[in-house]
């Protein structure tokens, strides 16, 4: 008990935290509406909202898995990809196999869901074990041996599946849209928004409210303090990058639906803009990504349609402009 309760003191104590900012929910605020007067119509803009909102929380789901790793381990893992893409083939697999037993619809979806997070927990750990472990504390050799694992993560899935492009359609249940008056609300957007809530509450619960929590946070900032109470920070630090990896290929299922198709590059694809969220968060922090993640899904979504020669660049100019106001980002983790 006495262990347990340092090893909490000093979670507590001095531990990377959060300071909660009103000001980047602002932001937030104030990018919706200004976007009504320029949008013109209620409800193009509602649409528009709806479907931003939704594809920052699938985009917030892809990067806590890596925010998570950095956030807790340090480690710059380039290799992130292969986990979407590894997510997502695994999706069109157990789908499939789904239809063909007579378990279509919502359930094989969600079998799929959990069969993705499952192998993608299982490669992660095989990833941790021989490619991330010699490089702990070395981050350009940390950058260069998993990008070298994502390619090689690649050539895999292409062995696999093969390298064209696979067809991820969406269960009958959520083809479609809710009309409320003249905005259209897709059913699979509404879905995909509420998962992506639930692995956020799951996340700062976890950290924040939960023995493992404290303690991995403990060992981030004093690992011998934590072995020496008789815990293995290692393993704790393993089951880390797991979690990671199984968010990665919930992820992938999830943005494999949203596109309705997947291939081999789905991954190195999103890694973009997966790194542009977690800067504008905050490296590190969950709550800097959640909010990086719904301000970059809905700039995507209003420039799509106001400006589309610019929209590849929008989420660039806004990780700018971001950063010139707060270089360190939107949360920044600090030592206290």
Same mark, same amino acid.
């Given at each position: $008990?006495?262990?347990t309760?340092?090893?909490?003191?000093?979670?507590?104590a001095?531990?990377?935290?959060t300071?909660?900012?009103?000001?980047?929910v602002a932001l937030?605020v104030a990018?919706m509406?200004l976007?009504?007067p320029?949008?013109?119509?209620?409800s193009t803009?509602?649409?528009?909202t *709806?479907?931003?909102?939704?594809?920052?929380?699938?985009?917030f789901?892809i990067?806590?898995?890596?925010t998570?790793?950095?956030g807790?381990m340090?480690?710059?893992?380039f290799g992130?990809?292969?986990?979407?893409a590894l997510g997502?083939?695994?999706?069109?697999?157990?789908?499939?196999?789904?239809?063909g037993?007579g378990?279509?619809?919502?359930a094989? $979806?969600?079998?799929? $869901?959990l069969?993705?997070?499952l192998?993608?927990a299982?490669?992660g750990?095989?990833?941790?074990?021989v490619i991330?472990r010699? *490089?702990?504390?070395l981050?350009?050799?940390?950058?260069?041996?998993?990008?070298?694992?994502?390619?090689?993560?690649e050539e895999?899935?292409?062995v696999?599946?093969?390298?064209?492009?696979?067809?991820?359609?969406?269960?009958d249940?959520?083809?479609?849209a809710w009309l409320?008056?003249?905005?259209a609300?897709e059913k699979?957007r509404?879905l995909?928004?509420?998962?992506g809530?639930?692995?956020f509450?799951?996340?700062?619960f976890t950290?924040?409210?939960?023995?493992i929590?404290?303690?991995?946070?403990a060992?981030?900032?004093?690992?011998? $303090?934590?072995?020496?109470?008789?815990?293995?920070?290692?393993?704790?630090?393993?089951?880390?990058?797991?979690?990671?990896?199984?968010l990665?290929?919930?992820?992938?299922?999830l943005?494999?639906?949203?596109?309705?198709s997947v291939?081999p590059?789905?991954?190195?694809?999103?890694?973009?803009?997966?790194?542009? *969220?977690?800067?504008?968060?905050?490296?590190?922090s969950?709550?800097g990504?959640?909010?990086?993640?719904?301000?970059v899904g809905?700039?995507?979504?209003?420039t799509g349609?106001?400006?589309p020669?610019v929209?590849?660049?929008?989420?660039i100019?806004?990780?700018v402009?971001?950063?010139?106001w707060?270089?360190?980002?939107?949360?920044? *983790?600090?030592?206290r």
């Open positions: $008990m006495s262990a309760m340092n090893a909490a003191g000093a979670a507590r001095a531990l990377p935290k300071h909660f900012d009103w000001r980047p937030l990018l509406l976007a009504l320029a949008i013109g119509s209620t803009w509602v649409t528009l *709806v479907a931003g909102l939704a594809m920052g929380l699938i985009v789901v990067a806590s898995g890596l998570l790793v950095f807790l340090d480690v710059l893992n992130h990809g292969v986990f979407i997502a083939f695994v999706a069109t697999s157990v789908m499939g196999w789904s239809a037993a378990l279509g619809g919502l094989g $979806m969600f079998a799929a $869901m069969v993705a997070m192998v993608a299982a490669v750990w095989a990833f941790e074990r991330v010699p *490089v702990y504390g981050h350009l050799k940390q950058i260069l041996i998993t990008m070298g694992g994502m390619i090689v993560g895999i899935i292409k696999i599946w093969g390298p064209l492009q696979i067809a991820l359609p969406l269960p249940e959520l083809r479609g409320f008056g003249d905005a609300v699979y509404v995909a928004a509420a998962v809530l639930v692995v509450a799951a996340l700062v950290l924040n409210r939960t023995k929590g404290l303690l991995i946070r060992g981030v900032q004093d690992r011998e $303090m934590v072995e020496s109470l008789g815990y293995r920070i290692r393993r704790l630090f393993v089951g880390v990058f797991v979690a990671g990896s199984a990665a290929g919930l992820g992938g299922v943005w494999g639906l949203y596109q309705q291939t590059q789905i991954g190195t694809q999103v890694n973009v803009l997966i790194f542009i *969220v977690i800067i504008i968060g905050g490296l590190g969950t709550l990504c959640f909010v990086g993640a719904l301000l809905l700039m995507a979504n209003y349609f106001l400006l020669k929209a590849l660049f929008s989420n100019a806004l990780m402009a971001i950063l010139l707060r270089p360190q980002g939107l949360y920044p *983790v600090t030592n």
